[in-house]
């Protein structure tokens, strides 16, 4: 089968979850006999596309000028360059079938040109894009968790918060309807789609309250391939070793777990991930961590594996939904119990006091006790750690997505 997987950025220009997701399922697919091409956008100066080669994948990347935030959203609605570098990706590949990644920054008329060849296409439901063009169902203005859209005026409240010009109330009614536009192109996507994935049951339910059709959404979580877990002894009883593993930034409330273990006696803070994302939050977390907290800095994926069976516990304290969690997936593969925010797939992601514990998001004193009782209490530590089990494997995953294919070619 020819498949082509559109992605709005990869890997190694951009590194994230959707990014590393689509590279590891391409490339498996590749492996099976597959002929795959991925197309993305990349920010570049001038216009063009180039093509490469990645173990068997065909990798397409378009260019039309570099991204800003006010040119990623306006190319939903117009970007004539990124359209004919994708039909010409069209021509030389034939693809029996699309599968959509992601679309934030290319153009709706991608789609448009799909229906045109009668090329059925899938989407997985990565984030809340699709219906919060901040992605995250979380507020800018307030950075609270969203409810959805209320006539799009807090739309644009909070793409005028994003901009850095919340008091431009003049501009409230003429910014809400172009969302809701954007909103009106989207949502036909989404209704025209072949079928829509989800990878966890919350994301499938949200997506089918918004109004997708139930018939055509599957849930399926995602797999890990992970390296052979460390079957080493148990560590003797000592400092117990806390790992955060993750974006530095505010919505993933590492503020929270810094000051919540800034004085838990017996307890070491682990914090992998890059301080350039944002400096400004970086700096408030330099200043409020205690001498038990050690920045990592970025880490390749081997250091990562490296630094997951090194880990007591893993820590995952975000203040918005998240759709799924790799990572808490990765701990689990290397044995390490979780302790998450009870929020979002966060809370269907932990089997409660077999595997991992969820807490109320933000509260610095529940994160402090919980940690503090496990120091004190190793047994129900050893129980937790016991009870995780091997999350499921990426080779599997593959396989659903196999059959989901095989089911509209």
Same mark, same amino acid.
């Given at each position: 089968?020819?498949l082509?997987?559109?992605?709005?950025?990869?890997?190694?220009?951009?590194?994230?979850?959707?990014e590393?997701?689509?590279q *590891?399922?391409?490339?498996?697919?590749?492996a099976r006999?597959?002929? !795959?091409?991925?197309?993305y956008?990349? *920010?570049a100066?001038?216009?063009?596309l180039a093509?490469?080669d990645?173990?068997?994948v065909?990798? $397409?990347?378009?260019?039309?000028?570099?991204?800003?935030a006010?040119?990623?959203? #306006?190319?939903?609605?117009h970007?004539?360059g990124?359209?004919?570098s994708f039909?010409? !990706?069209?021509?030389?590949t034939?693809?029996?079938?699309?599968?959509i990644?992601h679309l934030?920054?290319?153009?709706?008329?991608?789609?448009?040109?799909?229906?045109a060849?009668k090329?059925?296409?899938?989407?997985?439901?990565h984030?809340?894009?699709?219906? $919060?063009a901040?992605?995250?169902?979380?507020t800018?203005y307030?950075h609270?968790?969203?409810?959805?859209p209320?006539a799009y005026?807090? $739309?644009?409240?909070c793409?005028?918060?994003?901009?850095?010009?919340?008091n431009?109330?003049? &501009?409230?009614?003429?910014?809400? #309807?172009?969302?809701?536009a954007?909103?009106?192109?989207?949502?036909?996507?989404?209704q025209?789609?072949?079928?829509? +994935?989800?990878p966890?049951e919350?994301?499938?339910?949200?997506?089918?309250?918004?109004?997708?059709?139930?018939?055509?959404?599957?849930?399926?979580?995602h797999?890990?391939?992970?390296?052979?877990r460390?079957?080493s002894p148990?560590?003797?009883?000592?400092?117990?070793? $806390?790992?955060?593993?993750?974006?530095?930034?505010?919505?993933?409330g590492v503020?929270?777990?810094?000051? @919540?273990?800034?004085?838990?006696r017996?307890?070491?803070?682990w914090?992998? #991930?890059? =301080?350039?994302?944002?400096?400004?939050?970086?700096?408030q977390?330099c200043?409020?961590?205690?001498?038990?907290?050690?920045?990592?800095?970025?880490?390749?994926?081997?250091?990562?594996?490296?630094?997951?069976?090194?880990?007591?516990?893993l820590? +995952?304290? *975000?203040?918005?939904?998240?759709?799924?969690?790799?990572? +808490?997936?990765?701990a689990?593969?290397?044995?390490?119990? +979780?302790?998450?925010?009870?929020?979002?797939?966060?809370?269907?992601a932990v089997? =409660?006091?077999?595997?991992?514990?969820?807490l109320?998001?933000?509260?610095?004193?529940?994160?402090?006790?919980?940690v503090?009782?496990?120091?004190?209490?190793?047994?129900r530590?050893a129980?937790?750690?016991?009870?995780?089990?091997a999350?499921?494997?990426? @080779?599997?995953?593959?396989? =659903?997505?196999? @059959?989901?294919? &095989?089911?509209?070619?």
């Amino acid at each position: 089968m020819r498949l082509l997987q559109l992605v709005h950025q990869y890997l190694p220009d951009f590194i994230g979850g959707t990014e590393l997701y689509t590279q *590891s399922l391409v490339q498996t697919l590749a492996a099976r006999g597959y002929e !795959v091409t991925v197309f993305y956008r990349r *920010s570049a100066p001038g216009a063009g596309l180039a093509q490469r080669d990645e173990a068997g994948v065909t990798v $397409c990347a378009a260019w039309d000028g570099e991204l800003t935030a006010g040119r990623r959203f #306006g190319a939903t609605f117009h970007a004539p360059g990124l359209v004919a570098s994708f039909r010409r !990706v069209l021509d030389q590949t034939s693809p029996e079938l699309v599968h959509i990644q992601h679309l934030m920054g290319l153009p709706v008329s991608l789609v448009t040109e799909l229906r045109a060849r009668k090329i059925p296409y899938v989407i997985t439901l990565h984030d809340f894009w699709w219906v $919060c063009a901040n992605a995250q169902l979380l507020t800018n203005y307030s950075h609270e968790i969203c409810a959805g859209p209320r006539a799009y005026l807090n $739309c644009a409240r909070c793409a005028l918060a994003r901009a850095g010009a919340p008091n431009i109330w003049p &501009a409230l009614p003429p910014l809400a #309807g172009l969302l809701a536009a954007r909103a009106r192109r989207l949502r036909g996507v989404l209704q025209q789609a072949a079928r829509l +994935v989800a990878p966890s049951e919350f994301v499938g339910h949200w997506y089918t309250e918004y109004g997708v059709p139930p018939e055509r959404l599957r849930v399926i979580p995602h797999g890990i391939a992970s390296p052979a877990r460390d079957t080493s002894p148990d560590r003797a009883p000592g400092v117990l070793r $806390c790992v955060y593993l993750g974006g530095l930034a505010w919505q993933k409330g590492v503020h929270v777990i810094v000051e @919540a273990l800034r004085e838990v006696r017996d307890a070491e803070l682990w914090i992998a #991930g890059d =301080e350039r994302f944002d400096p400004a939050y970086s700096a408030q977390l330099c200043a409020l961590a205690g001498e038990n907290t050690h920045f990592l800095g970025r880490l390749s994926r081997d250091e990562v594996w490296r630094i997951l069976a090194q880990a007591d516990l893993l820590l +995952v304290p *975000s203040l918005w939904y998240e759709t799924f969690s790799l990572v +808490v997936r990765e701990a689990f593969s290397m044995g390490a119990p +979780v302790l998450v925010s009870n929020i979002g797939a966060l809370a269907e992601a932990v089997h =409660e006091g077999v595997d991992g514990l969820s807490l109320p998001p933000g509260d610095v004193a529940a994160w402090r006790q919980t940690v503090a009782s496990l120091v004190q209490d190793r047994e129900r530590y050893a129980r937790l750690r016991a009870g995780v089990r091997a999350p499921l494997t990426l @080779a599997v995953h593959v396989s =659903e997505i196999e @059959a989901l294919y &095989a089911e509209i070619v």
